[in-house]
């Protein structure tokens, strides 16, 4: 799987995915779905189900905890016109209300989406191909029965290696990574979800990253395996991510503190990732599909009108 690459045997369907596969009867009348990646969420919105279309606000007000459905992000799609034999796109989105290019976990539960909704082709076990803001991404359905997907992430470039930050009182040692979206690895003896939480959002907004970054802070366990804990950009600390596990893979790598097929532990579960030789990152990790539903007329009516 290469960089927004496609490969020949990606399947690009003919016709527009069918409800004639397996959908269940509650789910035609879906308007959303909610997904899980190792405790990482999102809600996906399907304009085939629904013609509202999300804005920021509307982004954060589903993803608010307590006043909406609650999740790290929206995925809304699929978009575009796969009937025309173009690949599906869709499009991401932080539970901040901004838009994102790329989400590892988001494109695993994407294809899970489109698997289970509209069945053949994209529940079989054949490469096809996401667009997403970052270029088209390979992904591919390794078991269904368990949610089990692959995909392909691409070459990642490295920025600095070992870059020194003052941060909250310790000097760190960063190394920025941009695998579709922007990742400062900060390799560490312990880690914990407080730390995360602590220099987390110090780092992600950090004047070194005027467009702010994701931030993993890595722990080696063994040469094949990592331990990461997360604080993304636009969504604060997860308990997974995809891009997150391959951005430290990819950084332990290039360091030379880990071989180049790695278990990534992350407290919602692990993500096993693989560097090909020519630095170009797959991984392939599990998701499932929580619920679907309709919203009620009066919360549709906020989401419509949220600003
Ligand atoms: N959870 C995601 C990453 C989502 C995007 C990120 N917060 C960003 O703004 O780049 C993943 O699994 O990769």
């Not at 390799?187 to 990253?209: Q, W």
């Amino acid at each position: 799987m290469g960089e927004h690459s496609t490969s020949s045997t990606v399947v690009t369907p003919a016709s527009t995915p069918s409800a004639s596969s397996p959908p269940a009867e509650f789910e035609e009348s879906a308007e959303f779905f909610t997904y899980h990646a190792l405790g990482n969420d999102y809600v996906v919105v399907d304009p085939r189900g629904s013609d509202f279309t999300p804005g920021p606000a509307a982004v954060r007000l589903l993803c608010d905890r307590h006043f909406g459905v609650g999740a790290d992000g929206v995925l809304f799609g699929p978009l575009g016109a796969p009937e025309a034999g173009e690949p599906v796109r869709l499009r991401m989105f932080n539970s901040d209300g901004t838009e994102c290019e790329k989400s590892g976990n988001g494109l695993r539960m994407f294809a899970l989406h489109l698997a289970e909704t509209y069945g053949e082709p994209w529940s079989g076990d054949e490469e096809f191909p996401l667009r997403t803001a970052a270029g088209d991404v390979p992904v591919r359905i390794l078991d269904l029965a368990s949610g089990t997907v692959q995909v392909g992430m691409g070459r990642p470039e490295f920025g600095a290696t070992g870059e020194s930050l003052d941060v909250g009182g310790r000097r760190l040692a960063v190394t920025s990574v941009h695998n579709g979206n922007p990742h400062a690895v900060v390799p560490l003896a312990e880690i914990s979800a407080g730390l995360a939480r602590e220099l987390g959002p110090l780092i992600a907004g950090h004047t070194r990253f005027p467009g702010r970054t994701n931030v993993q802070f890595l722990a080696i366990v063994d040469r094949r395996t990592i331990a990461i804990e997360v604080y993304e950009r636009g969504a604060g600390y997860t308990l997974a991510s995809g891009s997150s596990a391959c951005a430290a893979a990819a950084a332990a790598h290039a360091l030379g503190l880990t071989g180049p097929d790695v278990e990534v532990r992350m407290p919602g579960g692990r993500i096993d990732v693989s560097i090909a030789a020519d630095g170009s990152v797959s991984m392939t990790g599990t998701a499932e599909r929580i619920s679907s539903g309709r919203f009620s007329p009066v919360f549709r009516n906020k989401l419509e009108t949220a600003r």
